[in-house]
């Protein structure tokens, strides 16, 4: 069975850190871009970041740049993105998911996960 597996979510206070995973089983992660994607309360889901499969591309939202940091590690197959100074605005549930590359739309990538909440609050 072809999944994706988030994992590492949780309750922190703001300014705390969290480093989400994102596993892939089934297959290999290493000819995919990933994306990180996440859904506040009541809003649509957006875009947070994105790695290229192999061009060592990594994209961001302007709204985590400078706090989250993606990347990779083909041999465990599993991408993962490191958040850092997390603020209330950042709770959500973040889903992965892979694409072709990272400049395709949100409706363009496949093998979603089922999410992991984060929740910032003091």
């Known amino acids: 069975q072809v999944q994706l597996v988030e994992s590492g979510g949780g309750l922190v206070q703001p300014g705390g850190s969290l480093r989400l995973s994102c596993a892939a089983s089934g297959f290999t992660l290493d000819y995919y871009a990933i994306g990180w994607f996440r859904q506040p309360p009541g809003l649509e889901r957006e875009g947070v970041s994105c790695?290229?499969?192999?061009?060592?591309?990594?994209a961001y939202v302007d709204s985590v740049k400078g706090r989250f940091t993606i990347s990779r590690d083909n041999a465990k197959n599993t991408v993962y993105l490191q958040m850092n100074s997390l603020k209330p605005e950042d709770t959500a549930v973040y889903y992965c998911?892979?694409?072709?590359?990272?400049?395709?739309?949100?409706?363009?990538?496949?093998?979603w996960g089922q999410g992991t909440q984060v929740t910032v609050s003091s």
């Open positions: 790695i290229g499969s192999s061009d060592g591309t990594k």
């Open positions: 998911a892979t694409a072709s590359n990272c400049r395709v739309a949100q409706s363009d990538f496949g093998s």
